[in-house]
Structures are given as C-alpha cells and as structure tokens.
C-alpha cells in the first residue's frame, strides 16, 4: 500500500499498529523523518507539480501526527476505522453524568467571583484533567476489546471526552479573561 | 542514519555522472541568496558567504537600513537613514514604521492612531493609499521601494543576481499582512523562497539545534510588534509548538507613552501638536528611552514653534511607571503561548531575546523574572532574525544539500467562516503545524438555492466582527436542489509561507470554484500587474524581457529538478513514460532557448503534466524510506 495514498490510514502513514496504545516516542521521530522526506522547504526548487504535491503531503503528514498525537482525536478516529460514527448532535446522557457536568460548570461560572480567581481556575483544570485521565484510561481498555458491545461504550466515553473538551477550552477562554 | 539521506547521495552521485563538460547550471554551483528582515523600525539585508554569515552594509558601512521611505516631487524616492533626518521637516511625504498598516484597512489603522501622521486618501479601495508629492502610495509599494534598496546592495556586494530570498515576518502576522509582504517583495522583482516567522529565524540563527535539545522560548519585542514562539528542538528539526503575540505592540508604543508624558510634562495641548512635532516628541522620547538604559535620570527638552524650550527630567521610576504595563502585555502573552504549547516554566531551557526593544534593561529584568532564567543576549538583537533568515535561504536555495535542518511552523490565529447570525465556525485552530489542509462540508438552506457566499474570518472571537475579515467568495451554478440537499465541501490550505488558499466543490453535481480569493484588505492580482508595469516604465526595464527571463528561470528549476529526478529514481518509470518525459524535456530544452515566453510557459506545463505521477511515486518512496531506515534508528 502506498503512504502518500490519501485512502490509507494514519497508523500506516508512519508504519504503526493500528492501536489506541502508541509509543509516543516512536511516533514523534516518525513524524519528523516523515516532513524530512515531504516538506515543501525540501522542494524549494522543484517543478511546480512536485511542490504543489509536497504541501498536500506534508499537511496530511501534520494531520495524521495532530490526530494520533492526542488521546481523544486518536480514540475517535479508531472508532471511526472500526465503522462507529460519533453524531455530535446527540446530546442524550447518563443522568449522574449529566448532574456532574452541570455541577462543574456551576463552580466555573463561581470562580471569577471567588477570593482568588486565577487560583481557583488553576484547581479547577488540575480537576477536570483528573477525571478525563480516568476516561482516558477507560477508553484504552474498552478500545483492546472488539465486541460490539465495548465499542459502543468506547463511543459514549468518548463523548464525555468530548463534553470535557469543551469545557476545557471555557476554562482556556476564562484564564484568557482574566490574565488580560 | 535514515535512510533517505542514503538516496540523496546516490542522487548527487547519478547527477556528477550525468553533468556535462561547460554545464552553466550545475546542481553543485552556488547559488545567491540572501535573508531580509523587513522591520518595522530598521531593515537588514543578510547572506552566507565561505560558510559564514554576515550583514551586508551600506557604502558607508551602515548595517541598519532605516524602513523610512521619503516621496519626492521628481526622481525615485529616497530610502533609509536620509529618509528619516527628513522626517520632522517634511513628515507628510516620509513614511515610516509602514509594516504598522501592512495588510491593514483604514479604519484599523485610525484605532491604532497613527493615520493622522499622514494624509491618507479617503476612498473606495479597501487597501489605504498615502498623499504625497510624487502621488498616492499604497503601504505595500512603500514597503517595495525598501526592499528594492536592500536587494540592489545585495546585488551590488555580492556581484550577481539573487536567486532567491527568505523574508521574514512577525509569527503573528495574519493572512493578509503575509500576502502584502509577499506582493511587496514581488514588486520589488525579488524571488520569495519562503517568509519565515522572525522568532524562527532567531532560533536558527542561535544554532539552538547544535546541541541543545530541548524546549526554548524566543521573546522578540521589535519596533511595532511582539511575538512570542515556543520551539522544541530535536536532530535539526526545529517544531514551534505556538506562537503568541501582538502585531500592534511594540517599542514604538515605550516611545508614544513616553511622549505623552513629555508632552504633557510641557503643558502641551495634545490635540494642537503639528505632525513636524509630533516626530520631533517621539524623537527625544526614544532617545531619552535609550540613555535611560545606562543613566538612573536624563534631563529632556522640547522646542515648541515659537521657539520657547521646555526643559525637565525624567528618571527611572517614571519610565518604569510609563513602559510596564506595555511590557505586562507581552507577558500575558507569553502565560498563553505555553498554555498552548502544553510546558511550564520549568520544562524551557532558555530565552532568546529578539529585537531593538530588548535592550531595554527593564525588558529584560521582567522577562527573566517570568522565565526563572537569564535570558540569552548574545547575538545582536537588531541582526539575529537576518542572520537566520540568510541561513535558512542558503539551504534553500540548494547551496547545502545534506543539511539536516528543517523548520516546523504553526499559524498564529485561528483560520474560520462566518456562519448563520455572524458567528464564526473554525476551520483550522490557531497553533496548528503548517502546512495543513482542512474540509469542511456545507449545505443550501433554501429550496433551488443556485450560490452559496463563503466568508473567510481570521481570529480567536466568537462573533464575526471580532475577528479580521480575510476574504469573501460565491460559489455560482449549484444545480437546484431542495433545501440541505447539496452538500458544499469547502477546503482550506495553508501552505509553508502561512498563505491561504480556498477552493469549494458542490459534491454531488461536481460543480468546481476554484476560487479567486480576494483579500479585503490587500491588493487585486490586476493591481499588482499594473504597479509592476508601472515600476519598470520608470526603471526602463523592458517588460518583454522581464517576462521572458522569468519563463526562463522556471524552466531552468524544472529542467533540472526532472532531470536529477529522473537520473536519481528513473528505474520507477514504466518504459512509456519515460518516452512521454523525455519528448517533453525535449520539447522544453528548445522552447527555452527561444524567445517567446507564452511557448515556454507551455512546455512549462507539458513537462509538468507529464511529470507528476512520477513525483508522486517518488515522494511515496522517500517517505517510505525515512520509515523504515528509523525503525533501523529507532531500536
């Protein structure tokens, strides 16, 4: 199978197990040979063909390490691979997990009103990095097994991931606030 | 080692096999490059000659070129230091800090209070236009007059044609401000091999890949921008991880606060201050600025029209007072720009200081306090970004060919369309690795709907007026179909210069716009062409000429990028298509010795057409090839 075949699959890209668990390492120095090879700085003086192929490459080189890099874009694009569509419109819950997620974004909205703004925010993030790191850890395990009953619960942790995510980036946007 | 390093020696090796006796072009030749850093305050022309890099200076052994370009009622305008003595006794025609309104509309300019400095034409045209005596200027063509000066000192000391250039930009520079520079550098006839991000370059300057890998900060406060570009350096890559910053912050803002506490010190009105004395305030502010640096106090002056002198002091405290919430900026930017990145304070091993501002004492007390480091001041902070500039055009241009280094960046803010009720939907999220290409799909929402408009935003807000409008297109001859049948992928990419490009496809009737996109802030390709005739009636230059040595210069590069293709790799062409490559080098050896640029463009073309599998197929070998020769590496 050709790497540069735009149909063929991340994992492949950089000659990996297609896996959720991946040697970080390995695929960092993969990365980095990979744009040694397909950047267009290399094709600097190249026909206009071969630069024109090397920016498709090398940003489908930057895509695939962006995707495999991160555990949440790595477990949805595995789930992806495996047939299991994500609909982001489904905003149907388990209601102890709905109940959590309302209270955290309650205690958000209680920071800037607290003694400490930033320090509240700070122990707020180290919060929500726990609790994703105990999806996360569920997600590698039910992702090993293939049934079908495990992948469509690999599918609803990711989906919390994801409601994580998003408050992830609320905290982001408030520290942004108010540090300015 | 990888093993794609084993194919390019066997490649230089087929070439010295194939080279003929008297070849002029040869692979090996050198060729001249050069690095610009096109400040906001000074510019500097860089290049590396016998392996070492060096500024080049003026006859008069000036490094620094001020970027003033002063207009004047007959002949060429006159650039640099005799340019700006003339800044206070003709302000109107002598423009300076332009890179300030480079992509930039009006109304974004007046915010930033600098249009009444000079006389800018009220008009239709998105792109600003200055009055002056020899006409109205875009800032883009102030910016080219610059360019062309630092080119004709390059060309003059090194004795020849530059092949190419790398330009740098601030890492914060958006879509538009990159075009602009890119369209002045074409103005000025200067072939742009890449625009590099200017904390990039310091980075490559500071050889940080020689030995020390690692996290590294680059904090480069210049004139009239900041950024901040946190890179991780490993075997001569060198990966920004992000980028932060402000294009409207910079030492010339130190010098306006100070101004206006002298100003006010004085008992002037602020808003009766002619622009002769405006120029005149910032001058004694900036120098003041300077001598604050050794002196604990230095006594200032002002003279008003009239002739009265105002004297008085200004001592440390007070500058500190006037400078550090300027400088509390920067570092709010910084929190963010490792945030982003994902490192503490802890992980970075050192700061590079980049830019004029940094001599700042207080600059650097304050940035070391936030880093828990001595920031690195080693390299003069006005000549780093030039020196690495001119190293990175070396390589590309072709004069170091196994030479390691490679440069990962990132765009600064993030990539958008505008949606239902001014929303912005993000396409492409700021800090991610260049070059990238995103699709997104889009659908009709009336019944026969037969166009779609398409809004191109730049920013990290959330409502459209927020952000910076980059460009608006149509796409025409959708079939009509109901209501959310159609489906529109719009696909975005943003190259290696961190230059956007947009093409929109209907996907079930195929209808294809490749679109046209047109900055709102920046320059038609037509207007482009016009000022480029323009330009070279004056220089006498004929355009024919130009045309047909510019057809000439890209069939060099593709004759002999196929031809050490072929010679490295020509065992993966079928015995057809081998045939079909070699009539059409024929075909394009002969047009290229003729003298009609239209049949060279064709054969350009012919050659291209023919060639393209096989580059694919080569680039699918090499990428394999760095596979498998780093699982060799690996374990």
Known sequence: ?180 | MPAHKHTRKRQLMALLQISEPGQTDAPHQHKLAAGIDLGTTNSLVATVRSGKVETLPDAKGQHLLPSVVRYLAAGAPQVGSGARQAAVSDPRNTISSVKRFMGRGLADICKGCSCSEYDFVDSDSSVPRIRTVAGEVSPVEVSAEILKELKRRAEETLGGELTGVVITVPAYFDDAQRQATKDAAQLAGLNVLRLLNEPTAAAVAYGLDKGSEGIHVVYDLGGGTFDISILRLNRGVFEVMSTAGNTALGGDDFDRAIGQWLAHEAGWDQDSISAGQARAILQEACRAKEALSDAESVSVSLCNEAGEVWQGELNRDTLYALIDPLIQKTLVSCRRALRDAGVTVEEIEDVVMVGGSTRSPRVRERVGEFFHCEPMVDIDPDKVVATGAAIQADILVGNKPDDEMLLLDVIPLSLGIETMGGLVEKIIPRNTTIPVAKAQDFTTFKDGQTALAVHVVQGERELVSDCRSLARFELRGIPPMAAGAARIRVTFQVDADGLLSVTAREQLSGVESTVQVKPSFGLSDSEIEAMLRDSMSHAEEDVAARMLREQQVEADRILESVESAIAADGELLTADERTAIDAALKDLHEKRNGTDPRQIKQAIEALNRASTDFAARRMDASIQAAMTGHKVDEF
């Not at chain 1, 050709?2 to 063929?8: E, G, P, W, Y």
């Not at chain 1, 990979?34 to 498709?56: G, I, M, T, W, Y």
């Not at chain 1, 997620?101 to 003694?115: C, F, H, K, N």
């Not at chain 1, 990095?129 to 105990?134: F, S």
């Open chain 1, 1 to 180: 199978m050709s790497v540069a075949d735009l149909s063929s699959n991340f994992f492949a890209l950089f000659d990996l197990p297609v896996s959720f668990d991946i040697d970080q390492q390995a695929l960092a120095a993969r990365y980095r040979e990979a744009q040694r090879a397909a950047h267009p700085d290399k094709f600097a003086n190249a026909a206009e063909a071969e630069r024109r192929l090397s920016v498709q490459m090398a940003a489908r080189i930057n895509e695939a390490y962006r995707i495999l890099k991160d555990p949440l874009l790595r477990g949805r694009y595995l789930l992806e691979l495996k047939g299991v569509e994500l609909d982001d419109t489904d905003t149907a819950f388990d209601s102890t997990f709905l109940m959590e997620q309302m209270e955290l974004r309650e205690r958000l909205a209680e920071v800037e009103r607290s003694a400490d703004p930033l320090q509240a925010l700070q122990a707020m993030a180290h919060e929500l990095a726990r609790q994703q790191d105990l999806l996360l850890a569920q997600l590698a395990d039910l992702l090993k097994a293939e049934d079908e009953q495990s992948l469509q619960q690999a599918r609803e942790v990711t989906r919390k991931l994801q409601f994580f995510q998003r408050l992830n980036e609320e905290v982001e946007a408030l520290e942004d606030e108010l540090a300015a």
